[in-house]
């Protein structure tokens, strides 16, 4: 594997997509800048702030190279989050970008991609660029002015050439759900 392939950030491990007449991957995106937005239904901070964010930016650039996808990564009430309620959920929210479904591991409370990504809880906001590399990584509510900055910035970009700094990791404050974020419990790793 070359240098600039080693550098790629992984693919998510997703178990069904909504809002895709088939599945997607970080491979399909490349030469787009992608936002993904990781969240959970039951997340008050998804729901009032990272999700409308995530639709507006879709609805105002979607198809002009960049690319929003939503992660359901269910680390908690797994019960009440299953596919059913998240169809009707994205309807009565009217989320209509991509929407995958994080991979469920069978002796672990978080899911796959979630694990993978090292993601703190949701809402979690990635930023990947042309070359599909990871520019940045929020954890909680995301100022709307700084994420447009900074997907101006990555939308300016030629993508292949540009040299990218290391990801920018914000995070929120540690412990239970509040309004604006829901950290995943500690995995002991």
């Not at 002796?107 to 590399?133: E, K, V």
């Not at 929020?138 to 300016?156: C, K, N, P, T, Y």
Request: glycine share 8%.
């Amino acid at each position: 594997m070359s240098t600039a392939e080693q550098r790629l950030f992984p693919d998510w491990e997703v178990s069904r997509w909504f809002n895709a007449d088939a599945p997607v991957s970080l491979t399909d995106l490349r030469g787009q800048v992608v936002l993904v937005e990781a969240f959970q239904m039951l997340c008050p901070g998804c729901v009032s702030q990272a999700l409308p964010l995530a639709r507006k930016v879709h609805q105002m650039y979607g198809g002009q190279g960049l690319a929003v996808i939503g992660l359901h990564t269910v680390f908690e009430h797994h019960d009440a989050m299953q596919p059913h309620a998240l169809e009707a959920f994205l309807y009565e929210y009217k989320i209509r970008f991509p929407v995958g479904v994080d991979q469920p591991l069978e002796h672990s409370p978080l899911p796959a991609t979630m694990l993978r990504w090292q993601l703190q809880g949701t809402p979690s906001t990635l930023l990947i660029d042309r070359a599909g590399r990871l520019r940045a990584h929020h954890f909680g509510s995301i100022d709307e002015l700084e994420l447009g900055v900074v997907l101006g910035r990555l939308l300016a970009e030629d993508g292949i050439a540009a040299q990218p700094p290391g990801p920018v990791v914000h995070s929120a404050d540690e412990g239970a759900c509040t309004p604006a974020a829901c950290p995943a419990p500690s995995t002991g790793r």
